[in-house]
Antibody, heavy 115, light 108 residues
Framework: QVQLVESGGGLVKPGGSLRLSCAASGFTFSDNYMSWIRQAPGRGLEWLAYISTTSGFTKYADSIKGRFTISRDNAKNSLYLQMTSLRVEDTAVYYC????????WGQGTLVTVSS | EIVLTQSPGTLSLSPGERVTLSCRTSQSISNNFLAWYHQKPGQAPRLLIRGASSRATGIPDRFSGSGSGTDFTLTISRLEPEDFAVYYCQQYGSSPYTFGQGTKLEIK
C-alpha cells in the first residue's frame, strides 16, 4: 500500500535551516509528481510546492519562494524540502503528498520556529 | 492567485442528515481541477473527490461532488458518525494550488 513518511522536523531558531524528508513506498515514486503542504497550528492547509517526476519542473508558493527548495531522489524514493531563513510564521505540520491532486498524504512532521 | 471561499464556516448536523458544502473560486478553474478533502483531528487530510466529481479510491458513494467554473459543491447524502470533520476544497488547475479555509462539520 502507498506509504509516505515524513521526518526531519523539530525546533529551530528564527533564521535557521532545516531539511525535511519524505520516504515513499508502495508505488512507483519516479512516475509521480510530489508536493509539500503545511498546516499551522489550528489553521487551514497551505500548499507550498510541487516537483515533477524528473525534477525538471518545480513550483512554489510566494510565501516560501527563495527560502525553501523542493527536491527528490528517485533512486532513494525520497522527497525533500530544504528550508532556510526560517520565520516564526513557518511553524506548522509539514505534509508530503503524492501528485498534484494529493491523493495520498503522509502523517506530517512538526516544525517549530522559536527563539 | 485563485481564492477559494468555502461556506458555511461551521455546520451542526445529526447523523443521517444530508449536507451540501459550497466552494466558490475567484476565477474559473481550468479542466474542473477541483478537489475535496476531509481532515479529522490529529490526522492528515484525505482525498475525497478529484476533478470536481470523481470519487477517490475507497470513498463511499454517499459522497458526491459537482459544479464547474467557479461554483462547486460537495454533498454527503446521509451523514455517518465518521463524517464529522473539517472539509477543504483545493484547486489544482493553476499554481499556486490554493485551498479554501475549510468548513467544520460538527455533531449537533
Amino acid at each position: 500500500q502507498v506509504q509516505l513518511v515524513e521526518s526531519g522536523g523539530g525546533l529551530v531558531k528564527p533564521g535557521g535551516s532545516l531539511r525535511l524528508s519524505c520516504a515513499a513506498s508502495g508505488f512507483t515514486f519516479s512516475d509521480n509528481y510530489m508536493s509539500w503542504i503545511r498546516q499551522a497550528p489550528g489553521r487551514g492547509l497551505e500548499w507550498l510546492a510541487y516537483i515533477s517526476t524528473t525534477s525538471g519542473f518545480t513550483k512554489y508558493a510566494d510565501s516560501i519562494k527563495g527560502r525553501f527548495t523542493i527536491s527528490r531522489d528517485n533512486a532513494k524514493n525520497s522527497l525533500y524540502l530544504q528550508m532556510t531563513s526560517l520565520r516564526v510564521e513557518d511553524t506548522a505540520v509539514y505534509y508530503c503528498a503524492r501528485n498534484l491532486v494529493n491523493d495520498y498524504w503522509g502523517q506530517g512532521t512538526l516544525v517549530t520556529v522559536s527563539s | 492567485e485563485i481564492v477559494l471561499t468555502q461556506s458555511p464556516g461551521t455546520l451542526s448536523l445529526s447523523p443521517g442528515e444530508r449536507v451540501t458544502l459550497s466552494c466558490r473560486t475567484s476565477q474559473s478553474i481550468s479542466n474542473n481541477f477541483l478537489a475535496w478533502y476531509h481532515q479529522k483531528p490529529g490526522q492528515a487530510p484525505r482525498l475525497l473527490i478529484r476533478g470536481a466529481s470523481s470519487r477517490a479510491t475507497g470513498i463511499p458513494d454517499r459522497f458526491s461532488g459537482s459544479g464547474s467554473g467557479t461554483d462547486f459543491t460537495l454533498t454527503i447524502s446521509r451523514l455517518e458518525p465518521e463524517d464529522f470533520a473539517v472539509y477543504y476544497c483545493q484547486q489544482y488547475g493553476s499554481s499556486p494550488y490554493t485551498f479554501g479555509q475549510g468548513t467544520k462539520l460538527e455533531i449537533k
